[in-house]
């Protein structure tokens, strides 16, 4: 009999042993994905570069906005406030109201970074948007 409680407790090591090997293992991947803030607001900056003016414009995150011969929709922005140098990305969609030829093609449909905005820019005749910030 006592040969049979050894084996019941050996396998009960390993259990605990592989848990905790798992639980070391899986840990630093949750804390790496509560590095990046998802927001459910998006500032941007608006430039008219004909008057010289710019206007910050507040989105709520899947919702579009007219702005003057623009339509505007972020669908996601992230913030990875922890880092020592925070980026800030959003997807973002603009429409060209002007443009009556076909309403569903975008001026720009993709990610905008607040740190390099050349990166994929944003190019209107018009106006000029750049990333601000994701709340």
């Known amino acids: 009999m ?5 084996i019941k407790v050996g396998n009960l090591n390993k259990f605990i042993i ?3 090997i798992h639980f070391v293992f899986t840990l630093p991947s949750h804390l790496k994905a509560d590095n990046n803030f998802i927001g459910a607001n998006t ?6 570069k ?7 414009v507040d ?3 899947s919702e579009e906005i007219i702005y003057k011969d623009l339509a505007i929709k972020v669908m996601k922005c992230t913030n990875s406030e922890l880092d020592d140098n925070p980026e800030i990305k959003a997807y973002i969609q603009v429409r060209d109201l002007t443009k009556k030829d076909n309403d569903m093609v975008f001026v720009f449909n993709g990610w905008m970074f607040s740190s390099s905005p050349s990166i994929a820019p944003f190019d209107h005749p018009v106006y000029d948007i750049w990333l601000v910030n994701c709340y």
């Open 2 to 6: 006592p040969l049979v409680k050894n």
């Open 18 to 20: 592989f848990f905790l």
């Open 43 to 48: 500032s941007i900056k608006i430039l008219d």
């Open 50 to 56: 004909i008057s010289s003016k710019n206007e910050l």
């Open 59 to 61: 989105l709520k995150n």
